[in-house]
């Protein structure tokens, strides 16, 4: 978690000022808002405080901010100040140093790390003036962000638009850098997706796995700074940034490339492999008088033969699909296979291909059972549960107090 300090500017934009608290927020950090006098004429202070669930300061003016809080504090209790919008007025005033309202003064009376997003007409995007000030800022240490590119609320088009608020995270992540990025170094190998077990050269057994939760797990954690392999069934997905992705057809090619892939510090097995496969007729088979007969051959369980192998990873997480006895079988599974981790879904219902999931996390200390939420929010939530634990085990095994089981919870 860390502390940021907002400063909304008066303009059009200031409106997803709201949204960037918002994601903010999600991303586990505390937000304080300050808005200059012209902002509030575009969003209320009332909705900026529900959304960053604290007090959003207006004036320099207000006594009682001052004898409980003075502005100086204000910027300085903060990991980050982010300007966003920041307006061509805001940003000129903070060039020449002016402290004319409680936004440019605490700017002026801090030395912690200023972030500025700035969205302004495209005109005065290209004013000399302009460009001298935002010389001029980043100069002073101040990281700016460029505008985006596209139609204007006044009717222009060019560079000018408030940088979208996922991109303005994206940013604020990078600056915070360290603990933003717990997983630096790690090495974390994710399967996801079906396999396809051939029958004949046109058919095959699959199931329906859409990949979206692998996909998810392995862009959270790729985001957290890990070198990431993805090994995916045939799914039809894009690769989340920063992840190397080999492509697989079967259980057993995933098998294979799960060893190339060796060693890792940790690994997330969210495909559905098949259990089964046929022994592959080499022509396709010709329909005949009586069905053929599928003769079906147990696959190598790939999760269970990567825990007890002599390469595990020090963190093996599995996932069990279920339809019923959620988590008897949760528990029974994470023991059979030898993993540390069982991530349990009940997929009776909508799971496959859809939004979101519900999710109980199986460890040797017991359950944890999570809210119904987007598979975006079950992958980041688990990444970072990931990262703690690696730290944990790094830290357990520098003291030498106790000595490492692969069942640790
Ligand atoms: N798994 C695997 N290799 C297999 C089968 C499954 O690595 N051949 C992994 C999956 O990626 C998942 C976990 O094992 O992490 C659980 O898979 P699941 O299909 O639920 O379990 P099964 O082994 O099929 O057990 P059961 O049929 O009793 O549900």
Redesign the pocket.
């Known amino acids: 978690m860390k502390r940021i300090l907002l400063i909304v500017g008066g303009g059009i934009a200031a409106y997803k000022a709201c949204e960037l608290i918002r994601l903010l927020r999600k991303q586990g950090h505390a937000v304080r808002c300050v808005m200059t006098e012209g902002a509030s004429h575009f969003v209320t202070p009332m909705t900026l405080a529900a959304l960053s669930e604290d007090k959003v300061y207006t004036t320099l003016w207000d006594l009682k901010d001052e004898a409980e809080m003075g502005h100086i504090q204000l910027s300085r209790q903060a990991d980050l100040i982010v300007i966003a919008p920041a307006t061509a007025d805001l940003l000129a005033r903070m060039a020449a140093g002016i402290a004319d309202d409680l936004a440019t003064t605490l700017l002026l009376a801090t030395d912690t790390p200023v972030l500025a997003a700035p969205a302004m007409n495209v005109r005065m995007w290209d004013h000399a003036a302009t460009r001298r000030n935002v010389a001029t800022l980043r100069a002073d240490g101040v990281t700016l962000l460029d505008p985006d590119e596209g139609a204007m609320a006044c009717g222009e088009y060019g560079p000018g638009r408030l940088p979208e608020p996922v991109a303005i995270v994206a940013a604020i992540e990078r600056l915070l850098g360290g603990q933003a990025r717990p997983l630096a170094g790690r090495r974390v190998l994710v399967?996801a997706g079906p396999t396809h077990e051939a029958i004949d050269p046109v058919r095959y057994i699959a199931n329906r796995s859409s990949g979206r939760q692998g996909f998810a797990i392995a862009g959270a954690i790729a985001a957290l700074g890990a070198e990431v392999t993805l090994i995916a069934g045939p799914v039809t997905l894009a690769t989340p940034a920063g992840v190397t992705r080999v492509d697989v057809e079967s259980?057993q090619d995933?098998?294979d490339a799960v060893t190339r892939a060796l060693p890792m510090d940790a690994a997330i097995?969210?495909?559905?492999?098949?259990?089964w496969r046929v022994a592959k007729a080499p022509h396709k088979v010709k329909k005949g008088d009586t069905p053929p007969a599928l003769v079906l051959t147990?696959?190598?369980?790939?999760?269970?033969?990567?825990a007890k192998g002599p390469d595990r990873p020090r963190l093996v997480?599995?996932?069990?699909?279920?339809t019923q006895d959620v988590l008897p079988?949760a528990q029974a599974?994470r023991v059979r296979?030898g993993?540390d981790w069982?991530v349990a879904n009940d997929v009776s219902g909508d799971v496959f291909g859809g939004d979101a999931n519900t999710v109980h996390l199986v460890t040797a200390s017991g359950v944890e059972s999570w809210q119904r939420m987007p598979k975006e929010a079950v992958a980041d939530r688990l990444a970072r549960r990931i990262a703690e634990h690696l730290d944990v085990l790094d830290t357990v095994q520098s003291s030498g107090r106790v000595s490492l089981r692969p069942d640790q919870g």
């Open positions: 399967t259980a995933m098998a097995m969210v495909a559905a492999v098949a259990d147990e696959n190598v369980d790939i999760l269970a033969t990567l997480v599995g996932f069990a699909a279920e079988h599974k296979k993993a069982i």
